[in-house]
């Protein structure tokens, strides 16, 4: 099985350390998939934009769609969402 040695909490210092801060004020809590690519604080930090970006802008689905299609590719992939 692979495993990720994992940033945690505690341990986060500079850009890593802001966003499981903005993590944590947005959610009430450090997404998993955030903890995951918290080996590379850049490509965590950009991930999120773009989820941000795809999630929140106005395009051909609304919001109550892209959540719904977010919640059945996760469930689909058997990943909490």
């Given at each position: 099985m692979a495993w990720i040695n994992l940033?945690?909490?505690?341990?986060?210092?500079?850009?890593l350390?802001?966003?499981y801060e903005s993590s944590?004020?947005?959610?009430g809590y450090i997404a998993q998939i955030i903890?995951?690519?918290?080996?590379?604080?850049?490509?965590?930090?950009?991930s999120m934009r773009f989820y941000v970006r795809l999630m929140?802008?106005?395009?051909?689905?609304?919001a109550a769609?892209?959540?719904?299609l977010a919640?059945?590719?996760s469930n689909v992939n058997d990943c909490y969402y």
């Amino acid at each position: 099985m692979a495993w990720i040695n994992l940033i945690r909490e505690p341990e986060a210092t500079g850009p890593l350390s802001k966003l499981y801060e903005s993590s944590r004020n947005r959610a009430g809590y450090i997404a998993q998939i955030i903890q995951l690519m918290s080996r590379d604080a850049d490509i965590a930090a950009e991930s999120m934009r773009f989820y941000v970006r795809l999630m929140r802008s106005p395009n051909a689905l609304n919001a109550a769609r892209r959540e719904l299609l977010a919640t059945v590719v996760s469930n689909v992939n058997d990943c909490y969402y």
